[in-house]
């Protein structure tokens, strides 16, 4: 499989700031690789962004239990809105 476009190389940026973090720093590339998947059951997650990935991300770790908490950090708000009504999706007459 040949990666290409905008995001195909990951922008770890994590040295640029002051301090210390002994966290994992993880990108989307990381997270979504099925071959080697990604525990983090028990964890507080941060996930950084509110893109579709993102948004996907965080709402995959909350709504299986993958995750002890997960927050979102965004640089603008945004209307976050379920899919689903009642187990049915919205858009469906």
Do not use: C
């Not at 979504?32 to 525990?39: K, S, T």
């Not at 996930?47 to 239990?65: F, K, N, Q, T, Y």
Request: avoid cysteine; charged fraction near 15%; glycine fraction near 10%.
């Amino acid at each position: 499989i040949v990666a290409s476009g905008q995001y195909t190389k990951a922008n770890n940026p994590h040295n640029m700031y002051e301090g210390t973090f002994s966290g994992r720093h993880l990108h989307v590339q990381d997270y979504m690789n099925p071959r080697n998947p990604i525990d983090l059951g028990n964890k507080t997650v941060l996930v950084v962004g509110l893109g579709s990935s993102a948004a996907e991300i965080a709402a995959e770790l909350s709504a299986m239990g993958n995750a002890k908490k997960v927050y979102i950090s965004a640089r603008s708000g945004r209307w976050v809105t379920s899919k689903l009504n009642n187990g049915k999706p919205i858009d469906s007459a």
